[in-house]
């Protein structure tokens, strides 16, 4: 599988060039302009009298005070490190959400062959009592019972061999780039114990790093926005020529008064952002210290349950296996024999079941820990 065709992998690189490109932005100063001003054109009456025309060409450059830039440079900074914190959050919650759609798939796959498998044994049974009802030593109610058995059955698998393709069709949206899988080749669900330790630090989680950078994000953004108040000056030098091609040197300063724009309203949202942020970051630190405390005991209750349904697993094989002994020696009813095969069918579906517990519980473990189901970590 390659995960890096996903949709949501490539959406989320996508943002990081996003704020790398405002970051690079925000370093700009601000262009200079230039202008020529031409006076007393076509001047009449006394107008004509005050002076020949006069033309000047002017250079202005706006300065930045109060560290405006400065403010940006950093506001762009901690927007790609919030971006690249999401990018792995993003990642590793890609990585969790794959190892359960592959499950799942694994999962499908194997109810079809259990159920497989307890047809082929409900067939046996149905031709046994069969043969029994054309001996006329069991009455015609049990041959209807074990045909009855089979269609339900038979009924059972065409349903699972649909999850199947469902479940499959879900991994192939997940991993995306076209591919459409039609199995799983690996397993997931036998690989045994997580490798990874039991204990998970919150303060490590990758939602909570994001939280925390999109906080710090937000809080310098809220520093720009305040520093815009401040105003800019505008430093100006030009040339001005008359008609006989006098020339002289001008040169001004100009500031805007900050009366109507204060720019309260982006600090306010700036303001509100941030709050939120803060909010935010809370939020993922109590839901991780949470999970840090009940994932770990969820996880040795699945596998407690796995151990006692490979013990029941065992204990129906048994029982089946003594069953069709004595009934083929005529000890037993063929009613015993079948209500023995149903509970062995029932006791592999509670392995199955129990093994993809596991896999779920180990993958939100993993998912704390920032690593794959296997172990490995996520950088």
């Known amino acids: 599988m390659q995960a890096g065709t996903s949709p949501r992998l490539l959406e989320s690189e996508e943002y990081i060039r996003r704020a790398e490109g405002f970051a690079r932005q925000a370093t700009a100063r601000p262009n200079p302009w230039v202008g020529a001003l031409t006076d007393n054109i076509a001047a009449t009456g006394p107008y004509a009298r005050i002076a020949p025309a006069e033309t000047t060409l002017q250079y202005s450059q706006p300065i930045e005070l109060g560290d405006k830039r400065a403010a940006r440079i950093a506001a762009g900074e901690a927007g790609v490190g919030s971006a690249k914190a999401r990018y792995r959050e993003v990642r590793i919650a890609f990585a969790h959400e ?32 069969r043969a029994l009802v054309d001996a006329g030593r ?14 339900a059955l038979q009924a059972e698998l065409d349903g699972a061999r649909a999850a199947r393709v469902g479940a499959l069709a879900r991994l192939s949206a997940l991993v995306g780039g076209g591919a459409q899988y039609d199995g799983v080749a690996d397993t997931l669900l036998d690989r045994g114990a997580y490798r990874g330790m039991r204990t998970v630090n919150p303060s490590e989680s990758a939602a909570y790093l994001t939280a925390v950078a999109e906080r710090d994000e937000t809080e310098q953004r809220v520093v720009a926005e305040r520093k815009r108040t401040l105003p800019d000056l505008t430093a100006s030098v030009g040339v001005r020529s008359d008609f006989t091609n006098n020339n002289a040197l001008v040169a001004g300063v100009s500031i805007p008064l900050r009366i109507l724009d ?118």
């Open 138 to 151: 069991e009455a015609r109610l049990r041959s209807l019972q074990a045909e009855a058995a089979v269609n």
């Open 262 to 379: 204060r720019n309260e309203g982006n600090i306010a949202a700036a303001l509100a952002n941030y709050h939120a942020a803060q909010a935010r970051a809370a939020i993922a630190r109590n839901e991780t210290e949470a999970q840090a405390r009940s994932v770990p005991l969820q996880l040795g209750a699945a596998e407690a349950s796995l151990d006692a349904a490979l013990l029941a697993e065992s204990t129906a094989q048994e029982a089946y296996r003594l069953a069709r002994i004595a009934y083929d020696a005529g000890k037993s009813s063929l009613l015993e024999l079948v209500s023995s095969r149903r509970s062995l069918g029932m006791a592999r579906r509670m392995v199955l079941d129990a093994r993809l517990a596991r896999l779920e519980a180990i993958a939100a473990l993993a998912r704390l820990q920032n690593r794959t189901v296997l172990g490995d970590p996520i950088p």
């Open 98 to 129: 794959l190892a359960r759609a592959y499950g799942a798939a694994e999962h499908a796959g194997g109810r079809i062959a259990l159920i497989e498998d307890e047809v082929a044994n409900a067939n046996n049974d149905l031709r046994a009592a």
